[in-house]
């Protein structure tokens, strides 16, 4: 479920975490999980296989060095600050979750390994990189399928306080077999504000035009540009922008034949100024997004959509 681009040898790198217990659990990590080999790394951290021992689940262990934590804060009960990461998700969590937002289960600090984030490893999974990698430019049917039900969770995770702050294909991951996506990774995330924020650790391809010129963006807004550089990376197989120069001048130039209504959205997401871009709300329905809701095709009857 994560990017090959980081991938290490996963045979020759495992996490060893016999030794040390949770802070904030009566029983250790090693009491409760099994932790396998390595899926992959990255700035974030390690990620890497793992099974629950109580019921067998398959899951995923994110393995984030405290040296690399840039932002701290505290949980009601627990003593020692944590990273940001892990209270914007024990938030979502404790709402209840979304079907389409990455959960986490778990998570322990551990003397010497920092911490780790026990979370939902969903089965059959891509990341969107790989799946537009190896499909190219995806059909507009189901670009809207997958953009639909990220739009939507982003609505969720807003309405709850948090902004994730890095969108990207990579940040996306694929049930190859249902077709259902889920939002991963929110070490970029921060509490949602109306004011305006003045530092960001997402991907600078998919940073708006305000950011570039000001270092300064508001939630929203952030969020619609993102979502404008996925959207274009769907449906013509590659992000619009390289280069600031590019995202200031934000024009995309579209490569592959997409429908008038689709370029539309797109444009309008990746409109210069921010006050311009559209809301959540007026993106599901603008015309684009509701085309595709009568006639919603099967998994089976779309292309290459199993491994």
């Not at 995309?252 to 309008?268: G, M, Y």
Request: hydrophobic share 35%.
């Amino acid at each position: 479920m994560w990017s090959e681009r980081d991938m290490l040898d996963k045979r020759s790198v495992e996490l060893h975490v016999e030794e040390i217990g949770g802070k904030h659990e009566k029983e250790p990590f090693s009491s409760r999980y099994r932790c396998g080999p390595l899926l992959g790394s990255g700035g974030f951290g390690s990620v890497f296989s793992g099974q629950r021992l109580s019921d067998g689940l398959q899951v995923a262990v994110k393995q984030i060095c405290s040296d690399r934590v840039q932002h701290w804060t505290r949980l009601p009960g627990v003593l020692r600050p944590v990273p940001m990461e892990i209270a914007l998700l024990q938030r979502l969590s404790e709402v209840g979750g979304h079907s389409s937002v990455i959960r986490m289960l778990d998570w322990f600090e551990v003397e010497g390994r920092g911490f780790l984030l026990v979370m939902e490893r969903p089965p059959q999974s891509q990341d969107l990189f790989d799946f537009i990698t190896e499909r190219g430019a995806l059909p507009e049917r189901l670009a809207l399928r997958f953009f639909r039900q990220i739009v939507e969770a982003l609505q969720f995770v807003h309405a709850h306080g948090v902004v994730h702050r890095d969108i990207k294909d990579e940040n996306i991951v694929v049930d190859t077999r249902t077709l259902e996506v889920k939002i991963i990774d929110f070490g970029s995330g921060a509490p949602l504000k109306e004011s305006a924020y003045g530092e960001f650790e997402g991907t600078r391809v998919y940073s708006p035009p305000e950011w570039v010129q000001t270092r300064s963006y508001h939630a929203v807004p952030l969020s619609v540009w993102s979502l404008g550089v996925l959207l274009f990376d769907l449906v013509c197989g590659d992000i619009p922008f390289e280069h600031d120069q590019e995202i200031i001048e934000a024009t995309p130039t579209f490569t592959r034949r997409v429908s008038k209504e689709c370029q539309a959205l797109i444009r309008w997401c990746l409109s210069y100024r921010p006050e311009d871009r559209p809301s959540l709300e007026d993106i599901l329905s603008h015309p684009w997004m509701e085309g595709g809701e009568e006639e919603e095709e099967e998994p089976s009857s779309l292309p290459s959509v199993s491994l």
